[in-house]
């Protein structure tokens, strides 16, 4: 009997808030690890555990993909410009987590639900789509495939963990200074997100949009294959630790029933319908926590157009919005011998 | 020269959140008030202060509103349905916060900025609209007059004052828990509030919306008098302690620019745009938080339709949302002589 082939696998951006779930994930999906190297960028020289092996965080330096099979990525867009490709010359499969390439015409932007076909068009990197991106397309494209969706409208309720780790430190340290009337001090973000709604993501464009919400947009289409889609989006930091909600609603070209709704979604790879009102059960974002599936409810008839339907879609941003994800197109090339 | 005429006001529901509010309101606006009278349902025997003056707050009971002129109630829907026909048999005037007569024919819903001639054809009872809805219509009509709405898809982030100060409690008392490791404790809603969103404000029907959304739809045509506006909602419960947000996308018959629309609300009344993202200055709950004013910001083209916008509106759920409004009916009954 052959044995399983197994792979070295590094994880840029080790000691991030994703980085830290990817190494949890990794273990957890039982991932074929022959090797296992984490790289950091502000704390290298620190060692993570790994299945109980102590593993020292190492610097990026040239020539340090050498040798690695996948590298997963997620130490932001600018680390991801620069090293992503120096680890594809080095004969390494990237998974990147960062926005650097997701719109590259030659780079596939991959949800395993979704598009996992794109995977095989890689040239050296594959891009992991942005959080709130991931769990509204798992949930929107068997509803697609059904009933076609024209338009979609999404208003977002995104955790302070998409920011990272220092993002979560701040939301905890400004809501104690809340309760205990102390002063607030902020770092991470340009205004108090404790007991507080942001309306504002990532950085400003010129026309009035966040960066966010043209992911939103764009990527949407792109890991759907459909960019006939209208999409509009408004993304809004709240006061969460952990997993993004959001409030879709869809107009579609057919009609679709609620119920007929559900029953597609119910049989979705990754998605769980938790859809009970009368019972007040509904998608939340604590219950989401620590969970690789997108959690779908709310699913009502949008009685303001003859085709349409409102929803309401959480799902872990550090694990479905990028670890596990990521993970999964890691999967995915072992699956079909791409690596 | 003549004396200004004053009036004997009363406040149902003094002690809640809403009613506290009242009164501050009704002091800082400096409404004609010759006595003031409070009741309550839970409280009743307490002290409260107005202008200096002790109030003891009384307990309902058949013939106590005689000699009321006007009768501010905040002590929900049961007690309106039971007491407000009562106070208006009494010869009071009644302006009414709760949902019990909003939709009645015969009763007025007013937004002083938006249909305050309707105020004349009172019966005897004056609805205040719902917080979500009256900030929203502040917002919406300037742009309805110039470019009229086909259709509104709102999605709020409502804090929890709107349930009432033992909700206040609820949040404080859960997130000091999350924060130390502690037991949460549910009281006031099915599930956790801390640090987590519910999409689940009021009850639900039968067809899956909230009271609270379908609140929104209906209570918009209302009070815009256009009961062509087609309007769909998803309601929001956040951990915010006071004031909602909205993301609010609309679309219009006639193009609106999003500088023309800026325009529009500049100089309309109640409105205040802080709309510079450049400077990270958009509407935020914790700065709306005592204000009367409804605050629009993000304003940008919906490229998704040829004729549509986005939006975000704030305003403070206890004073515009409620007392503001109400107390701003009252002027409006003052200065018609119609009371």
């Not at 992991?128 to 798992?138: E, G, K, L, Y």
């Not at 509803?143 to 220092?166: C, D, F, N, P, W």
């Not at 029933?257 to 938790?274: D, F, H, N, Q, Y």
Request: proline residues 4%; negative net charge; charged residues 25%.
């Amino acid at each position: 009997m052959e044995k399983m082939k197994k792979y070295t696998v590094a994880v840029v951006g080790a000691t991030g808030a994703v980085g830290q779930v990817m190494r949890e994930v990794l273990i957890e999906r039982n991932f074929p690890v022959e090797k296992v190297r984490f790289f950091g960028y502000r704390r290298e020289g620190i060692e993570l555990d790994f299945k109980g092996e102590k593993i020292v965080v190492e610097k990026l330096q040239e020539g340090c993909f050498k040798g690695i099979d996948i590298a997963l990525f997620s130490a932001g867009a600018s680390v991801s410009r620069e090293w992503a490709p120096k680890a594809v010359k080095d004969g390494c499969i990237v998974v990147d987590n960062s926005s650097a390439f997701r719109m590259d015409v030659d780079v596939p932007l991959v949800v395993p639900e979704v598009n996992p076909h794109a995977v095989a068009n890689h040239k050296g990197i594959i891009a992991n789509p942005n959080c709130s991106t991931i769990q509204m397309v798992v949930a929107l494209n068997p509803l697609h495939k059904e009933a076609k969706i024209k338009r979609i409208v999404v208003s977002t309720y995104q955790s302070v963990s998409g920011t990272g780790s220092m993002a979560i430190e701040e939301l905890i340290n400004q809501s104690r200074a809340v309760l205990d009337k102390e002063e607030i001090v902020k770092k991470v973000y340009p205004h108090q997100i404790a007991f507080n709604c942001l309306p504002h993501i990532d950085v400003f464009l010129d026309n009035g949009y966040t960066k966010e919400e043209i992911k939103m947009v764009n990527e949407t289409k792109k890991i759907m294959e459909a960019p006939e889609i209208a999409v509009t989006a408004t993304t809004v930091r709240v006061p969460v630790l952990r997993s993004h909600s959001e409030s879709v609603n869809i107009e579609t070209e057919s009609k679709l029933t609620p119920e007929r709704a559900r029953e597609i979604l119910s049989s979705s790879p990754g998605v769980i319908v938790v859809d009970d009102p009368a019972n007040n059960r509904y998608p939340l974002a604590i219950d989401a926590a620590n969970r690789d599936e997108t959690f779908i409810g709310r699913i009502r008839e949008d009685f303001s157009i003859s085709c349409g339907l409102n929803m309401w879609i959480v799902s872990d941003n550090l694990r479905k919005g990028a670890a596990s994800n990521a993970v999964q197109i890691a999967e995915i090339l072992v699956e079909k011998e791409l690596v």
